[in-house]
């Protein structure tokens, strides 16, 4: 994997096919994590999920999945003990998953399906800075739900890379609307605003996505998980 290039995996996590090489592929502590999952579609997405994140790393590192060592930082943020040069960040979202992988900088990605919700207007007022919410505001109501995800995935993403995650305040990482691959503004402590940049990822219909990293984006390889594991 050359340094340079940020790859993007995405795909559908209701895909369990390879479920039973998924399970052998997650540590001892993800697998007890799993079988206190109650629900069973939830806890089928999450071992899809931690086992194509492990057969990922595994064949960028030419490492066995399960002997990768995943740990969290002081705010939760998962990092690789043996590799902390190699960052990753994943989300999902009902079925659709994306994981971003990259060497040497701060990463977040985040997905959402699309849909209508109660009390968007109320979480725009609460989220987003006041250039944001004047830009969604003075929107056409048909572009006020698209619009809306492109914003928060970016915001989310933000504050993923920065390893605080939401805790860090949504409405402190404000778009430029009219550049809006750049930040007006970002909080205190994380640098200057041009230092971090946005990519919004084109994953299919009804699915905003985007990442947020402080590497100059160089190269970008989008690919379809398609289950295939590490050696298969």
Excluded at 42 to 49: A, T
Excluded at 65 to 73: L, S, V
Excluded at 129 to 157: C, D, H, M, N
Aim: some cysteine.
């Amino acid at each position: 994997m050359n340094t340079d290039t940020i790859q993007v995996w995405h795909g559908n996590i209701d895909d369990d096919r390879y479920y039973k090489n998924y399970w052998r592929a997650l540590d001892a502590d993800e697998r007890v994590h799993a079988e206190k999952m109650k629900n069973n579609l939830l806890r089928n997405r999450y071992v899809v999920v931690r086992g194509s994140l492990r057969n990922i790393l595994a064949e960028i590192l030419d490492e066995q999945p399960e002997k990768i060592r995943i740990k969290m930082a002081v705010h939760g943020k998962p990092y690789l003990a043996d590799y902390p040069e190699l960052v990753f960040n994943l989300s999902h979202s009902a079925g659709a998953m994306v994981i971003a992988v990259s060497w040497n900088c701060r990463l977040g990605v985040d997905i959402e399906c699309c849909k209508s919700r109660s009390g968007m207007a109320a979480l725009v007022d609460k989220c987003f800075g006041v250039e944001e919410i004047a830009y969604w505001g003075g929107l056409p109501e048909s572009q006020k739900i698209p619009e809306f995800y492109r914003y928060w995935t970016r915001k989310e993403a933000f504050v993923k890379a920065t390893g605080r995650g939401i805790a860090l305040g949504l409405d402190g990482c404000v778009i430029n609307p009219e550049s809006q691959t750049a930040f007006l503004r970002v909080p205190s402590g994380y640098g200057p605003a041009s230092d971090w940049h946005v990519l919004d990822l084109a994953l299919g219909q009804d699915v905003c996505s985007a990442l947020v990293t402080d590497k100059a984006i160089v190269s970008v390889s989008l690919r379809k998980w398609n289950g295939l594991l590490k050696g298969q």
